[in-house]
DNA sequence: CCTTGACAGTAACAAAAGTTACACTTCAAC
DNA sequence: GTTGAAGTGTAACTTTTGTTACTGTCAAGG
């Protein structure tokens, strides 16, 4: 774990709060689609990215989802952080978008820590930064933009966290995701399709120049 | 300033920090619709809420607004503080909402007294979780519920806000706020007054029942 | 093979929201 | 009083999005 650790968070923590991190923090992996969070869940421990992706959403009354934003590498749950000392429930659901490897800290030291390490506090405050502009990334989108427009963002998002052009989802997990019907995404896949952005298959679209 | 700072803040910091306060922060009042921040300032100081309301806005590229949240009494700005630690520029505009006082801090302070109080980090982290769940519920009207329902959550909030069941707003300034157009606010609100729940007059809406 | 269920394409329609246009009222300034 | 700007009411229409329904295709398992 140690070197895990190190390779990804020696730029920003102080040696002393890594070996701290190494000796209490344990490491966890989670396969594609395992779900890390549900809402209303009381959460424990905060999680460091160490490699993969999360997907972070939220849920309406019916059950229905809509994408937030993404966790990448190096990146911690800032609802997690609030939740964890206000001893509130999740807000949120957080489903591993990639096979990922995270370390696992427990909330006491969080506290702890805020107190102790400069370099901890700045980390916690820039996650909340993330995160809040993340959020208002996702508003710009649901409030300024038709649905087409949300579409290529879905997919460039989309391929950026998972590096790769080829989007191996159906037009119904993409539905869920924007929070809209099957039909209107099938509808404009084949419009972008029809304009040579992108290529369709079952299972799957490859995105040629969004 | 020191009454007024008890009053608001004395069951949530220590009276070292309030003393601290006391002696760095200095008094700002805004007048009712007063600009506070602009989108694209830089940051140099973060308010602590005495009295009023300001309210949080966010625009898109054609110059047209979107309402994301109120903060009030006893509240800070969330967004300040990651903006000032980061030295970013501010993604949102803020306006008094009403005559309003406020405490302005230093940000070196901020730093400073993260690591030195407790009770002004639990203060900094509730700020945040109020702040991300005002956003998430934001999300939720925008990508969950129709213009009617907004319009309803809308006057809802403002009653609350201004703690007046009579609104001065135009039609045209809740069109801004709801980011829509002010023919569809006047075709709602009519309906809601022919549904006796509203009464409509020239530059105010009295809220009966909601 | 053949069946079955998941996936995708598409038409036809309905609902919600945005747009344009115009009439009418109020109110303050002249 | 007259004028003009701001505010409101409403009709008619367009665009966007959501819904229903039906078709065809693909792939795995029997």
């Known amino acids: ?21 190494n000796e209490v923090g344990t490491l966890k992996e989670v396969k594609e689609g395992e779900k890390l969070i549900e809402i209303g869940d009381y959460v424990r421990s905060m999680p460091l990215l160490l490699k993969g992706a999360i997907k972070i959403l939220r849920e309406d009354d019916d059950g229905d989802e809509l994408l937030l934003y993404f966790l990448e590498r190096g990146d911690t749950c800032a609802m997690t952080l609030t939740c964890c000392l206000g001893q ?18 427990p909330i006491q030291k969080m506290e702890e820590w805020t107190g102790k390490y400069k370099s901890w506090r700045n980390f916690v405050f820039q996650s909340y930064h993330a995160r809040l502009t993340e959020m208002l990334e996702t508003i ?3 409030a300024f933009y038709n649905m087409d ?9 989309k391929k950026k966290v998972t590096n790769d052009s080829l989007i191996n989802s159906t037009h119904q997990e993409i539905a869920y995701e924007l929070h809209t019907s099957r039909v209107v ?3 404009l896949l084949k419009k972008l399709e029809s304009m040579g952005k992108i290529e369709l298959n079952r299972n799957s679209i490859k995105i040629i120049a969004l």
């Open 1 to 21: 774990m140690l070197t895990d650790l190190k390779e990804n968070f020696t730029h920003i923590f102080e040696d002393a709060l890594i070996a701290e991190i």
């Open 88 to 105: 509130t429930k999740s807000e949120i659901r957080a489903i591993a978008e990639l096979d990922t490897t995270l370390i696992m800290i």
């Open 140 to 142: 710009d989108s649901i």
């Open 149 to 157: 427009e949300r579409l290529v963002k879905y997919l460039q998002n």
């Open 185 to 187: 995404v099938s509808r």
